[in-house]
Nanobody
Framework: QVQLVESGGGLVQPGGSLRLSCAASGSSFEINYMAWYRQGPGKQRELVAD???????TYDHSVKGRFTISRAIASNTMYLQMNSLKPEDTAVYYC?????????????????WGQGTQVTVSS
């Protein structure tokens, strides 16, 4: 299997910044696509931003101009730089990846999730 581990969450005041990281680990895998989702209190999980292997990014309108998604492909790590944070950004942030894993002649394509990291924006 392939594991995703998020880090970098915490408590920050409105207007502050945080940088989330997501590290992928496992054997004989390649990542085809990565994304950040979030789930706020009483809300459904929603897509925040995503990035392709070609570096093409998309953002939800609510974070555009404030958040920046990036990847370090060689280290299988993804980041989310969050600036000008607002109380409505409070949520558990999840890392997501589309993965191809090979074991001998067997190929598996699947989507995997991290365990989430809490971001709380409050004064």
């Amino acid at each position: 299997q392939v594991q995703l581990v998020e880090s970098g969450g915490g408590l920050v005041q409105p207007g502050g910044s945080l940088r989330l990281s997501c590290a992928a680990s496992g054997s004989s895998f390649e990542i085809n696509y990565m994304a950040w989702y979030r789930q706020g209190p009483g809300k459904q999980r929603e897509l925040v931003a995503d990035i392709t292997n070609a570096g093409i990014t998309t953002y939800d309108h609510s974070v555009k101009g404030r958040f920046t998604i990036s990847r370090a492909i060689a280290s299988n790590t993804m980041y989310l730089q969050m600036n000008s944070l607002k109380p409505e950004d409070t949520a558990v942030y999840y890392c997501n990846a589309d993965v191809t894993q090979r074991r001998g002649s067997v190929r598996a394509d699947f989507r995997t999730w991290g365990q989430g990291t809490q971001v709380t924006v409050s004064s």
